[in-house]
């Protein structure tokens, strides 16, 4: 069975902090990694990690891939009000591109 | 282009009731699945589908039926509505490839008394 685990479950940082969330899986055939951003409603796309494509970065936010290691890291530096959210990890397989997601990471950002 | 339309947003059904979630898209997308997000589980996966006339189960299928009859709609039926089946339902779509992101639909509000 497809296995994606998240940590921390929840996370409280003062604003301006730097922030590292996990994610480790154990799946068949993988093919990538998603992060998402889901804040009141529906998940919003951040990231795609492939085996061609093993780190992104968009602004004050990255993600790495360790295909050694099965995980992957999201990082937020100098952390705002606006990143408050649950951070969604998400591993695509190849055979039949199922979906499986973590419990997510639930971010708190205090001002 | 609407995406992923979901109906309805908010839902209130008795123990036993059945309904049905409507879900479309118009992304002429392959792939499109059913999750229920409940507080600190996640997002779990209810069935899915890759391709008209093929649907497989998730984690979470029992208590939920689906069908696939054309690549625009995907519909998930609740034959008889528990409590146990209180939560947020999301649909999603994405396209075949190894570069496509799932997209969501707005989201459903289901609460079974």
């Known amino acids: 069975e497809d296995k994606v685990v998240q940590s921390p479950l929840s996370l409280v940082v003062h604003e301006g902090d730097t922030v590292t969330l996990n994610c480790s899986y154990e799946v068949t055939n993988f093919r990538s990694l998603l992060w998402y951003k889901q804040e009141k409603k529906a998940p919003t796309f951040l990231f795609m990690l492939?085996?061609?494509?093993i780190e992104k970065k968009s602004g004050r936010l990255s993600s790495i891939l360790d295909k050694k290691e099965l995980s992957s890291i999201l990082n937020i530096t100098a952390t705002q009000t606006g990143d408050s959210a649950i951070y969604l990890c998400a591993v695509e397989t190849s055979i039949n591109e199922k979906l499986t997601f973590g419990t997510g990471t639930r971010l708190t950002i205090i001002p | 282009n609407a995406g992923v339309t979901q109906t309805p947003k908010f839902q209130v059904l008795k123990t036993g009731q059945s309904m049905t979630l409507q879900c479309a898209q118009d992304?002429?997308?392959?792939?499109m699945s059913w999750y229920r997000q409940d507080p600190g589980m996640g997002l779990r996966l209810i069935h899915y589908s890759v391709g008209a006339g093929i649907t497989d189960q998730g984690e979470v299928p029992n208590g939920y039926n689906v069908s696939r009859s054309t690549t625009e709609d995907f519909p998930l039926r609740l034959l008889s509505a528990a409590p146990s089946q209180t939560s947020v339902y999301f649909c999603?779509?994405?396209?075949?490839?190894?570069?496509?992101?799932?997209?969501f639909g707005s989201g459903t509000q289901l609460s079974v008394l």
């Open positions: 492939t085996s061609s494509g």
């Open positions: 992304m002429n997308h392959e792939y």
């Open positions: 999603a779509s994405k396209g075949q490839g190894v570069s496509e992101k799932l997209f």
